[in-house]
């Protein structure tokens, strides 16, 4: 079965603290991993693929094929990064989302 | 300006009543989706298109139609609403299903409310 879980539906930090958004996912092939972003009043667009292994706004995410995770990370955040972010796993035809987790980031 | 648009963004509607939620986009992509989003349940595909005249279901597709004659356009249908369709709906599209640099873009989003 193909899933995505982001277990924590909140997650509340202050302004300079690390950020680690958890992301787990099942797939029976190579998986192709994605997170997704939603700030306020914005339309959900994409933050970074794994495939590229870049750093977008100083998140970062690395694959781990053995604990089968795709956590988001950053190590200073921001009140800027305060959104909705959505991991996503690219199934058989179709684009697999997580149930989200919002990020509120406080000062 | 390369887009996906949605329209209406707001709609309140009435048990029953057909309505279409119309969805286009100028990149020439392939693939185009509808989600829905609703508290503590995330994003959940509902109907999803490869290609003109190739339509299949997502997670959800039940109460839902779709259509692709064009391209550009992928119209979500509810023959006959209820209030557990009231949601915000996702129109999306892309190059090819989210794979490798196939970014899905996505639309502003439908607010809609079934009484």
């Known amino acids: 079965a193909q899933r995505v879980t982001q277990p924590e539906k909140l997650l509340s930090v202050f302004k300079g603290a690390p950020v680690e958004l958890k992301c787990n996912y099942s797939?029976?092939?190579?998986?192709?991993l994605f997170w997704y972003v939603q700030y306020s009043r914005q339309r959900l667009q994409l933050l970074l693929r794994?495939?590229s292994r870049e750093s977008i706004k100083g998140f970062t995410a690395d694959l781990n094929k053995g604990e089968t995770s795709f956590h988001l990370k950053k190590p200073f955040a921001q009140e800027e990064d305060s959104a909705m972010y959505y991991c996503?796993?690219?199934?058989?035809?179709?684009?697999?989302f997580g149930k989200g987790t919002t990020l509120s980031v406080s000062s | 300006e390369a887009q996906v648009t949605q329209n209406p963004r707001y709609l309140i509607t009435v048990t029953g009543k057909k309505l279409t939620v119309t969805c286009s986009q100028n990149?020439?992509?392939?693939?185009m989706s509808w989600y829905r989003q609703d508290p503590g349940l995330g994003l959940r595909q509902i109907y999803y298109?490869?290609?003109?005249?190739?339509?299949d279901k997502g997670d959800v597709p039940e109460g839902y139609k779709v259509s692709r004659k064009e391209k550009r356009n992928f119209p979500l249908i509810l023959e006959s609403p209820s209030p557990n369709q009231t949601s915000l709906y996702f129109c999306?599209?892309?190059?090819?299903?989210?794979?490798?640099?196939?970014?899905?873009?996505f639309g502003p989003g439908t607010r809609l409310t079934v009484l």
């Open positions: 999306a599209s892309s190059l090819g299903p989210g794979g490798r640099d196939n970014e899905q873009f």
């Open positions: 996503a796993l690219k199934g058989c035809g179709a684009l697999i």
């Open positions: 990149m020439n992509h392939e693939y």
């Open positions: 797939y029976s092939g190579s998986p192709e």
């Open positions: 794994h495939i």
């Open positions: 298109s490869m290609n003109v005249e190739v339509t």
